[in-house]
């Protein structure tokens, strides 16, 4: 069998890899089309979309742990707070024990929102994807993910 002397590694893993990964992220653009479509509809940034998600996931966080959960400084996230706080889709309100720190909490109208529309943006495309194809195709697309997902996981 060739070796690949780069890698070490049986010829065409690379390449075998490299497709996958291309094909990854057609998919993940695919998927989330919907989704940014409405992102930009309702004039919202990505990190603005990922700050409300936070919040709303866990309702009342502080800004220096809403800033871990998105990945991004705290000035930055402070910044993202106060214009969405201006805009009425969260706000800020004393912590109940320690009047130093702020909580942010997400509107209801925002909850709604990613509670109930946001999985319908993210899945409608695959759903109407694997309208297109029958049952065997069904179950065959999803059993090689979920072993590409356990292989992964057990690296």
Known sequence: MRKNTKAGEPAGIQQAAETIERDLRQIRRAL??????EVARGELTAPQMSVMRAVVRDDGISLKDLSRAVSL???TVSGIV???EKRGMIERRPDTTDGRINRIYSTQAVKEFVRSELPT???RPLEA?????G?????????AIRKLRVILEQA
């Open 32 to 37: 989330s089309e919907p989704l940014d479509a």
């Open 73 to 75: 400084a705290h000035s």
């Open 82 to 84: 106060d214009r969405l």
């Open 121 to 123: 943006l993210t899945r």
């Open 129 to 133: 994807a694997l309208e297109r194809v």
């Open 135 to 143: 049952p065997r195709e069904r179950a065959a697309i999803g059993r």
